[in-house]
């Protein structure tokens, strides 16, 4: 599979992309979708069907509209170079260059892999948050694909999950723990990535060859992380800022380049300096200083009315230098 995609590899780089619409993947809560949702209607044709996974279904409507329902995980599809199906390719394999729209229902738990590699004509996405897991390759070179919400529930983003997608940003939720190899590598719009907390490993060029790249933030977790994760090359603009105090195992020297700013926990500044891989980028590595709760807090007292009677119960504006007063209900003597 490694050699096959291999070549495919060389082939994507040699291919023109060029754009003309921005696509997008969304995210729904209920199973409420009874048909596909860009145009086709209770009478849409049903070009084909069959089954994608044991107890998973799926539906290709005349408008190319493609359903995914049922319950549990799809099948995980193999790549194959000539237009002939094969049993372990995906069903609607021939028809991907047509496929508009993919409509996943609610129930369905994994997104197969290879299922939608090279849908060129993708335009929306529909992902329920029962889908746990994508598997590598699912997007690969889906040439417009611009904005990806991806479900909260999802716990790893597979390797070349999204790679050679154009996407403008990324959403990465709280579930995730890992992001896989080349998972989004040469998402060239891409210019500011956040991996959250959770995320515990970033693998191999993840990021590699999103040559517009320009700031991205590593949630404090991270344990780990890969070979040549961000560009190599014209990175002297781009920002890595570590949140941990505690330096991640790098694969090597090459995980970063040697152009970018790397900004570190002030307090652990010299524990980076000194760590394996890390020091080799001293040059690169700054402090910043980071507040693990409230620093301060400023806050102004309202101003408050002052009421002021004298003992006959009689409002006056001023205390006079002798006298017994009630200010503000307690007894002042003057």
């Not at 002939?84 to 028809?95: I, R």
């Amino acid at each position: 599979m490694k050699r096959l995609f291999g070549i495919l590899t060389v082939m994507l780089c040699a291919t023109s992309m060029s754009y003309a619409q921005a696509d997008e993947i969304v995210t729904v809560k209920t199973s409420d979708i009874e048909m596909p949702l860009n145009g086709a209607a209770a009478n849409g044709k049903v070009i084909k069907s069959g089954y994608c996974g044991e107890n998973v279904k799926y539906e290709l409507y005349d408008d190319y509209t493609l359903r995914i329902y049922g319950n549990g995980t799809m099948r995980d599809f193999e790549l194959w170079f000539n237009e002939e199906l094969q049993p372990t390719s995906a069903p609607w394999f021939k028809e991907r260059e047509k496929i508009g729209t993919v409509v996943i229902d609610n129930g369905v738990t994994h997104i197969g892999e290879n299922s939608f590699f090279s849908c060129s004509s993708l335009t929306k996405v529909t992902i329920p948050n029962s889908v746990t897991s994508i598997g590598s390759v699912a997007f690969s070179d889906c040439s417009s694909l611009a904005h990806i919400t991806i479900p909260n529930g999802v716990a790893s983003i597979e390797s070349y999950t999204f790679e050679y997608c154009p996407l403008t940003e990324i959403a990465i939720p709280n579930s995730v723990m890992s992001i896989g190899e080349r998972a989004f590598r040469a998402c060239t719009p891409l210019t500011k990535i956040t991996i959250p907390n959770s995320v515990t490993s970033i693998e191999d060029c993840a990021f590699e060859d999103c040559d517009n790249l320009k700031y991205i933030i590593i949630g404090k977790n991270v344990t780990k992380i890969g070979d040549r994760i961000v560009p190599q090359t014209g990175d002297d603009g781009l920002v890595i800022e570590i949140t941990s105090e505690t330096p991640a195992a790098l694969s090597n020297v090459e995980a970063f380049g040697f152009l970018c700013t790397i900004y570190v926990p002030e307090n652990a500044l010299e524990t980076y300096l000194n760590a394996k891989f890390w020091k080799d980028h001293a040059d690169q590595i700054k402090p910043k200083k980071y507040t693990t709760g409230i620093g301060s807090i400023s806050c102004e007292q309202s101003e408050k009315k002052t009421t002021i009677y004298d003992l006959q119960g009689h409002k006056v504006t001023d205390i006079q230098p002798h006298g017994i007063y009630i200010v503000n209900g307690k007894k002042v003597m003057k």
